[in-house]
Every structure is written in C-alpha cells, then in structure tokens.
C-alpha cells in the first residue's frame, strides 16, 4: 500500500483526535463510502422501455434512475439499510423539458414515500439532444410547474448505491 502525504496526515490527525469525546474512528476507511456517487432508484427494464417511449426522434434515450441522494449531497448522506436494495414504485404523472433534454415528473402523492434528498424535484431524465450538446444533469435545471401532464405512468425499480 502506498502511503501519501493527505493519507499519513489524515491518519496523523485520527490518531491524535481519537481520545476525543464523540469522535469515530473510521480505520480502515470504509472504501465503499469512498467510491458512492449517488443513490437513486434504478428502473427495471421494462420501466426504461416505457419511458424510452416518449423520446422524440434524433434525441437519446437515458432513462435510468430517479436520483435520491445527489452527489451533490451524497458525502456524509447515507440511507438507512433497509431502504437499499428494495422494490419501489413511482408515478410519472407529467413530462417537461427544453431543447437540451426531456424529464418525467414523479408525482410524490401517488408513489411510494422515498427518502430524497438533492435533486430539484424529483424526476426521472427520459431523453437528451445532441444537437444542443444535452446531458442528463441538464434536468435539474428544468422547472417542474411548466410539466405538460399525461396519463400517470408507473414506474418500478430497485433502490441502489452507485459507485463511481
């Protein structure tokens, strides 16, 4: 193993903290907590295929997950264990977007009650445009009061870490 100047000062500082009232500590480092990017609800692939539906033609289907702890939000933000790797379902009750990319907006009343904690509103990205250079995190800046709505669309999947 190599031992670098941030990790020996790191283990310099636990070591001189650990008599610290309240302190944990983390030796070895949890590698798992070190590598998540976010949790989200992962769709089944039959839930991806429904949505993929709604893609107009020259756009790419992205649709995924519905992200519940951003990135943004994930260091120091775990869920609870009984939550990961659970069945949930969502409802996408309207779709809104621009000329960079297309979400489907999940209605909080009719799905399950989902810990969420980053995203703007809750959605799932459907489709990006490369003609306009879209990309997925690009929905985040979309406002879900200009949501066109649709027939409720339901959704299932699993809740998962993923890591980078």
Known sequence: MKLTRKKLRQLIIEAIRQTEPGYHISYPPD?????????????????????????????????????????????????????LNQPATIVISGIVGDDRVMAGV????????????????????ICTNPATKGKPFH???????????????????TIQEILR
């Open 106 to 125: 999940v209605d909080e009343l009719q799905s399950d009650n989902l810990p969420i904690k980053g995203p703007n509103f809750p959605h799932v990205t």
């Open 31 to 83: 590698t798992k907590a070190m590598k998540l990017n976010y949790t989200a609800l992962v769709l089944d692939p039959q839930s991806q295929q429904i949505l993929a539906q709604h893609t107009p033609p020259g756009w790419k289907p992205v649709s995924h997950h519905m992200t519940m702890i951003a990135p943004t939000h994930q260091k120091g933000s775990r869920l609870p264990e009984q939550y």
């Open 139 to 157: 929905s985040n800046q979309l406002d879900p009061s200009m949501a066109q709505p649709i027939q409720p669309i339901v959704l299932t999947g």
